[in-house]
């Protein structure tokens, strides 16, 4: 009789997967604030996979470097009030011939010519359940990254004699917004605006921004930021982006208290514990303590177990690790690596403290549990964290103006094993 009742069962679901109209009909959705720990059956996915490219040939000021009309990517679930937005990193440049090196190596960075038609959503964009148990239903959106600026650039090279590119950051973040309030997130329920990288910066910086858009055309969203891998810590010297702020005309999109804060030190708001304290929408921070960026480009260390340069290293991670002590919602990992919301190996591997980013987006979002999660194992052994993908690879593999990655370039997990 068993035997019979499993038969039965099994001859049910073969019917309604194939009944008239089922391959239409999307499964019961989780949503953001609803999430379910089982699913009654493991249906096929019916929900698409794809994301499909829109170009915003209407707005000639939304521009990638070259001119060419930016766009972004969506799957739209018309039946659904929930948005997850994803910028997309991809380092910068700063200067004429920076710019035309990266160009020559990372031209998908600096063009839409090369986007592809439709694209599939990985880590915190995945359709899949299993993969994104919080978001895997809700409308996605990839805006990728073209403008080589962090998100924050509102220069066009018509401004400058000698300006070889545009630097619309800023400007392709508001038009997609406006895009996407006419298509319907006007109505939604939650909207949650995330990042890796150069992304995660242009989340901070301008996430108040996208709340105020919302609010002014009457929409009643919760709207929330989450940053990725793009919490650089200010260690008093800078490098590279003091040279930014006339080059991408980024006075004009910077948020103004910190601005107001730092006179002759503009170049500190592009830093994350300089820019939290004057954002008002509530932010999750996602953090390697050992970042490569951080670490190659702006602590000059290239070989993480050099003895010379361990303690810069340590303590470079420490100044990491204490800025986040007193976030309000962090998942801080004792990890080398850069990136991880964009990753589905890492969105599902990754835990602190047997906690998973999973997990904690969920308390997040529903409050009944704890919203730090900071690795507090021994920072002296390098990737002290036993979730941390191992690597097999000494020298950190990346250089200024061409990381972290496009289409054509390797992420840091491939040097991993």
């Not at 679901?13 to 999430?35: N, Y």
């Not at 930016?70 to 990193?89: E, F, M």
């Not at 549990?369 to 941390?388: E, F, G, P």
């Not at 993908?389 to 103006?401: A, V």
């Amino acid at each position: 009789f068993e035997f019979m009742a499993l038969y039965l069962e099994v001859i049910v679901v073969l019917l309604f997967q194939l009944a008239p109209g089922t391959l239409s009909r999307p499964r019961r959705r989780l949503h953001l604030r609803q999430h379910k720990n089982q699913i009654p059956f493991d249906f096929p996915d019916l929900v698409s996979e794809d994301l499909h490219l829109r170009m915003l040939h209407h707005h000639h000021d939304a521009v990638c470097n070259d001119g060419s009309s930016a766009g972004y990517y969506i799957r739209r679930l018309p039946n659904d009030s929930n948005w997850v937005v994803y910028l997309q990193g991809g380092d910068f440049c700063n200067d004429s011939e920076n710019c035309r090196r990266r160009y020559s190596s990372d031209e998908s960075l600096m063009t839409s010519n090369l986007w592809p038609e439709k694209k599939k959503g990985q880590g915190i964009l995945s359709s899949n359940y299993k993969v994104n148990p919080m978001g895997w239903g809700s409308n996605l959106v990839y805006i990728p990254y073209c403008t080589s600026d962090l998100w924050i650039g509102d220069a066009s090279k018509h401004e400058s004699k000698n300006q070889e590119f545009h630097f619309r950051g800023a400007r392709v973040i508001k038009r997609v917004i406006g895009d996407l309030i006419k298509d319907g997130m006007i109505n939604a329920t939650n909207v949650l605006v995330t990042g890796t990288s150069a992304g995660g910066l242009g989340v901070m910086i301008h996430i108040d921004n996208i709340v105020h858009m919302l609010k002014k055309v009457g929409s009643k969203a919760e709207v929330r930021g989450m940053v990725d891998s793009g919490w650089f810590v200010d260690t008093g010297t800078d490098k590279y982006h003091s040279q930014s702020l006339d080059f991408w005309k980024i006075n004009r999109t910077l948020n103004y208290n910190c601005l107001r804060q730092n006179p002759g030190s503009e170049w500190r708001c592009l830093y994350g514990n300089n820019i939290y304290p004057h954002v008002k929408t509530p932010l999750m921070v996602v953090q390697f303590y050992l970042d490569e960026y951080q670490i190659k480009e702006l602590g000059g260390i290239s070989d993480v177990f050099d003895e010379k340069t361990k303690p810069q290293l340590m303590q470079l991670v420490q100044d990491v690790r204490t800025s986040l002590l007193n976030l309000e919602a962090v998942f801080g990992v004792s990890c080398l690596g850069h990136g991880i919301l964009d990753n589905t190996e890492l969105f599902l591997e990754l835990k602190v403290g047997g906690t998973s980013i999973q997990q904690a987006i969920q308390c997040w979002y529903e409050g009944n549990c704890t919203k730090r999660n900071l690795d507090l194992c021994d920072i002296a052994h390098v990737q002290c964290n036993k979730s941390c993908p191992r690597f097999q690879q000494r020298i950190i593999p990346m250089s200024h103006s061409s990381y972290p990655r496009s289409q054509h370039t390797p992420s840091y997990y491939n040097y991993y094993i």
